[in-house]
């Protein structure tokens, strides 16, 4: 497996523009995790879904964000309109089943100017 | 929110010696776990230790887990160059064993 993959890799937009992250987990995991990291504010905790359906999204800053998983392969996220401050490095994880690993795609810079 | 917090925020020592992280936790647990960073990369796993576990090792990795303290350590033997990395504890919570929260990290930095 080639482990989870996200893109893209980098985004620089203008702030009020749309920006649509993308995952593609591990195949046969059921759990998904978007992850927030800013110097700031550390490694957070986004939203995360089991088996394609959102479970918790009490880490979603605002309304700007939104998450979607159609199906076991694939998940976005969206911010619209984005601004400087969700400049950020944005990662996506997946594992299997409970009190297990996570494994962690190479993330996507984001920088809104 | 964070759940874990990591001791020492920033860590350097000679290569060869040992390093050792620390992360306490608020809430009761299933199990603990950390990860190691390289700059701009994803994290990668180190152990897993489960809360019914007092102690675990892998290589030169020793984790450590005392509930009773809610604290965990984790401690790199003969460190290495390679070592050099952000180092970050994550925990679940007890009835909510699927969500992942991590700390702020221990930047450890190998002096050759």
């Known amino acids: 497996d080639a482990g989870v993959i996200q893109s893209p890799r980098h985004e620089v937009t203008e702030m009020g523009q749309e920006v649509t992250l993308r995952c593609k987990p591990i195949?046969?995991?059921?759990?998904l995790f978007w992850y927030r990291q800013t110097m700031m504010r550390g490694l957070e905790l986004l939203i995360y879904f089991n088996n394609n359906v959102p479970i918790d999204d009490s880490g979603m800053p605002e309304d700007r964000f939104s998450a979607k998983m159609p199906n076991a392969s694939f998940s976005t996220l969206k911010i619209q309109p984005s601004e400087p401050r969700d400049s950020a490095v944005y990662f996506c994880a997946s594992k299997k089943t409970v009190i297990t690993e996570a494994f962690f795609g190479q993330g996507t810079r984001l920088t809104v100017v | 929110s964070q759940q874990g917090e990591e001791d020492p925020q920033a860590l350097s020592i000679q290569e060869g010696e040992n390093a050792t992280m620390n992360c306490s936790y608020k809430?009761?647990?299933?199990?603990l776990q950390w990860y190691r960073q390289n700059s701009g990369r994803g994290l990668v796993h180190l152990i897993l230790?489960?809360?019914?576990?007092r102690e675990k090792h892998s290589g030169r990795l020793r984790v450590t887990l005392d509930t009773s303290k809610k604290s965990s350590s984790l401690l790199i033997t003969a460190s290495r160059a390679a070592d050099t990395a952000s180092y970050f504890c994550a925990t679940d919570q007890r009835g909510r064993d699927d969500k992942i929260i991590f700390g702020k990290g221990t930047r450890l930095h190998i002096l050759p």
């Open positions: 195949s046969g995991h059921d759990y």
């Open positions: 809430t009761s647990i299933n199990s």
């Open positions: 230790i489960r809360s019914n576990e």
